[in-house]
């Protein structure tokens, strides 16, 4: 998929590990998700979006780049020097996942997240946290 210049370019969301993992599992419950690269120290997750997404990506904790093509790569390489694949395009229900559905499990996963935080600093059980 990523062997040379010819394929078009993606663009790449990079959000921090702990959210990007809720937000897989939230796209995975729902639309889908496509190809996902963690870096080597398993601190970020990039999403591959649609060329042109980083023109107009805004979210708060997140940051989206564009890949200008990768180069000469064996075949199933990850597009990026120094990462691996989560979920890898033979494994991805797309081919890169949307930036809307993308926007929001992010914006889920940072919810749930914050519930969870709220519950261990209060040191007692949540109940109907949402």
């Given at each position: 998929?990523?062997?040379?210049?010819?394929?078009?370019?993606?663009?790449?969301?990079?959000?921090?590990?702990?959210?990007?993992?809720?937000?897989?599992?939230?796209?995975?419950?729902?639309?889908?998700?496509?190809?996902?690269?963690?870096?080597?120290?398993?601190?970020?997750?990039?999403?591959?979006?649609?060329?042109?997404?980083?023109?107009?990506?805004?979210?708060?904790?997140?940051?989206?780049?564009?890949?200008?093509?990768?180069?000469?790569?064996p075949p199933g390489a990850p597009p990026?020097?120094?990462?691996?694949?989560?979920?890898?395009?033979?494994?991805?229900?797309?081919?890169?996942?949307?930036?809307?559905?993308?926007?929001?499990?992010?914006?889920?996963?940072?919810?749930?997240?914050?519930?969870?935080?709220?519950?261990?600093?209060?040191?007692?059980?949540?109940?109907?946290?949402?």
């Amino acid at each position: 998929m990523y062997a040379d210049r010819s394929d078009p370019p993606c663009d790449l969301v990079t959000v921090p590990a702990r959210q990007g993992l809720e937000a897989v599992d939230i796209l995975r419950l729902r639309t889908g998700v496509g190809p996902v690269l963690h870096d080597g120290e398993c601190a970020t997750l990039g999403f591959l979006v649609p060329p042109g997404t980083a023109a107009s990506w805004d979210l708060p904790g997140s940051a989206c780049a564009e890949t200008y093509g990768v180069g000469a790569l064996p075949p199933g390489a990850p597009p990026v020097r120094g990462t691996g694949w989560l979920v890898p395009p033979d494994g991805a229900h797309t081919p890169a996942t949307g930036p809307a559905e993308l926007r929001a499990a992010l914006r889920e996963a940072a919810r749930t997240i914050e519930a969870v935080d709220r519950c261990v600093r209060s040191d007692r059980p949540c109940q109907g946290t949402t």
